[in-house]
């Protein structure tokens, strides 16, 4: 699905924020364009040390009205609002499995493509779908489609 990505995962912290801050602050900053650039800038931060740690820290001095905001985020908390769209990962791995007409016991290699497989959720959810099986990551999820394309060129090219 090549919709679903790190925007998609990032929505939702940057909306769960929002909500938070209104709670907190009783101001709305939905409309503020500069205030919503700032927080997804912290959230793309949190989501990256979420894949690494379990908890992140969002720190940012006079968010809106000179109201300075600190929060955090655990990975637990970010999976529980992102829960639908991890589901949903698992959905073009079993069509392309069903375009190939193969099984997943027919599957050499996973190699992950893209930053948001860097999410160890998403990590989990491929290997358990794999029956445990260990997944490729030699390739930097980054330029994987990169390395796809040039092989694909030098096949076509003879």
């Known amino acids: 699905d090549t919709h679903l990505g790190g925007e998609d995962f990032d929505n939702r912290m940057v909306n769960h924020f929002?909500?938070?801050?209104?709670?907190k602050h009783k101001k709305d900053i939905s409309q503020n364009k500069r205030a919503l650039r700032r927080l997804r800038t912290?959230?793309?931060r949190?989501?990256?040390?979420?894949?690494s740690s379990s908890q992140a820290?969002?720190?940012i001095d006079s968010l809106y009205e000179g109201i300075d905001f600190y929060t955090s985020i655990t990975r637990a908390r970010f999976e529980e609002m992102c829960s639908?769209?991890?589901?949903?990962?698992?959905?073009?791995?079993?069509?392309?499995?069903r375009d190939a007409k193969m099984d997943k016991s027919q599957i050499h290699d996973i190699v992950l493509v893209g930053g948001s497989t860097r999410i160890?959720?998403?990590q989990k959810l491929l290997q358990d779908f794999f029956n445990g099986r260990d997944l490729?990551?030699?390739i930097n999820p980054d330029e994987a489609v990169a390395y796809g394309a040039a092989v694909q060129a030098?096949?076509?090219m003879g």
């Open 57 to 59: 820290s969002l720190e």
């Open 42 to 44: 912290a959230c793309e």
């Open 18 to 23: 929002v909500e938070e801050f209104k709670r």
């Open 154 to 156: 030098a096949i076509l």
């Open 120 to 122: 160890p959720k998403i």
């Open 136 to 138: 490729n990551k030699s």
């Open 84 to 97: 639908d769209l991890f589901r949903g990962t698992l959905e073009p791995v079993e069509k392309a499995l």
């Open 46 to 51: 949190a989501k990256r040390t979420l894949s």
